[in-house]
């Protein structure tokens, strides 16, 4: 590659960067990633690692963390990354959550959506890890886990060495004015397409467009427990009832606004906290409890340890571990568009913003990278400049 020009120029070696860059290479293009921080270490690394697209609606995003699913596996079976076909297991306590798994099993088959309804019994004798007091369980055997502080430094150093991009940390953008891209050390580097991959930083990079996008920022709370001992494995993600009000995948059964009132009287506290509770386990035994949801404008650098009890209270009533001794604790913060799967624009030309995928980003980055660059390859051929119509606004 050419000291400092490329076909392709990627801001950000989150989820989202890596995805651009990929789809990018894969193309024959060449391309440059620039990662402010000396491995990255945004959203991308905070989060579950669940590819989970059983909360995602029937249609285009289903199919979208479908497509990403397959990135993932391929990305294990090329040996870059672990991952593992684990499923996941809604496990719910209540009648009315129950009745609301079954409308949401009902409906799912005809859309295309592999699962399975299951009683309390059958569901903690197929998953040891789901608590007595259980009613009724969705399994799916679609969703994956991946461990994130490891997986985005295998995908960044595979796109390297598998596909020649070149990958440069400690790297952080100060301006963009196309064709060029400069660097807080003074370097200049050239590009035909620009895409800025900035994650919830609205500051650095074009702040006007972010100020004027209303895309916010959300806080999440997370804990990782100890190694589980004995090698005692999760088996499939577990999420419990309160899960069934936060995902788009249930919106449009029609018990939840009934669910719903009830949570708003029973759960005010974890209403107002955003929490709603999930597990997942890496390769190294660990189990990953989360999450809140704070959308205050100022992200606060403290943790609240109501909200962290909060979590393992609701955790203990679905989820049977045998050691729940907290290791870290930490929060992650991703930006959030409320109209759009994840905020794009256009501010010059050939050079196009991605924001995060909200929640979603592990589930989605691969699939929506690759729509994207399969609507501008339509558009124009496989030249990187080429503009997308009427501006880039491919997500909706
Ligand atoms: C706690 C938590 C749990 C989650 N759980 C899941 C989950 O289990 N499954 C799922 O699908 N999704 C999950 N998500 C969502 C997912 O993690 C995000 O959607 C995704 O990581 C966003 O990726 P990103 O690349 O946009 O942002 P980031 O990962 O934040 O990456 C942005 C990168 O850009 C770099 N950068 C910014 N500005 C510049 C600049 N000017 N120059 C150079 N570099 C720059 C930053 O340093 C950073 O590394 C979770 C999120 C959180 C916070």
Request: aromatic share 8%.
């Amino acid at each position: 590659m050419d000291a400092s020009a490329s076909d392709v120029l990627v801001v950000g070696g989150g989820i989202v960067g890596l995805a651009f860059a990929w789809e990018a290479a894969r193309r024959g293009l060449s391309v440059r990633l620039l990662e402010r921080s000396r491995a990255a270490h945004g959203a991308s690394i905070r989060n579950f690692g669940m590819v989970w697209p059983i909360g995602q609606p029937a249609g285009r995003r289903h199919d979208l963390a479908m497509r990403s699913r397959a990135r993932w596996l391929e990305l294990r079976d090329a040996g870059v990354t672990w991952a593992a076909e684990c499923g996941s297991v809604h496990a719910v306590c209540e009648a009315d959550e129950a009745a609301l798994l079954a409308e949401f099993a009902e409906r799912a088959a005809p859309a295309g959506i592999v699962c399975e309804l299951l009683a309390g019994d059958e569901a903690r004798r197929r998953f040891p890890a789901v608590a007595r007091g259980v009613r009724a369980a969705l399994w799916s055997p679609t969703e994956l886990v991946v461990d994130p502080p490891r997986a985005i430094g295998q995908v960044a150093a595979y796109l390297a060495r598998q596909h020649g991009v070149d990958v440069r940390f400690d790297t952080a953008v100060t301006a963009i004015e196309m064709p060029e891209v400069r660097t807080a050390a003074g370097e200049r580097f050239t590009a035909d397409r620009v895409i800025v991959c900035g994650g919830a930083d609205f500051e650095s990079l074009f702040p006007e467009v972010w100020a004027a996008s209303g895309v916010r920022r959300c806080k999440l709370q997370m804990m990782r427990t100890a190694p589980q001992p004995g090698g005692w494995r999760l088996g499939p993600h577990v999420a419990g009832g309160l899960t069934l009000a936060h995902y788009a995948g249930f919106e449009g059964c029609p018990s939840l606004p009934a669910v719903r009132s009830r949570f708003a009287e029973q759960y005010s506290f974890h209403l107002a906290a955003g929490i709603h509770v999930m597990a997942s386990q890496n390769d190294r035994g660990e189990v990953i409890l989360g999450d809140s949801h704070d959308y205050d404008d100022v992200e606060s650098p403290f943790d609240s340890a109501a909200i962290d009890e909060a979590i393992l209270d609701y955790a203990r009533g679905m989820l049977d571990l045998p050691d729940w001794t907290i290791a870290e604790r930490w929060h992650g913060v991703y930006a959030k568009s409320t109209t759009d799967l994840c905020f794009m624009a256009e501010p010059q030309p050939a050079c196009t913003i991605v924001g995060s995928p909200g929640g979603a980003g592990m589930t989605l980055s691969f699939g929506l990278a690759a729509e994207w660059w399969e609507a501008i390859t339509r558009k124009r051929g496989l030249h990187p400049a080429a503009p997308m119509a009427g501006g880039v606004s491919l997500p909706s």
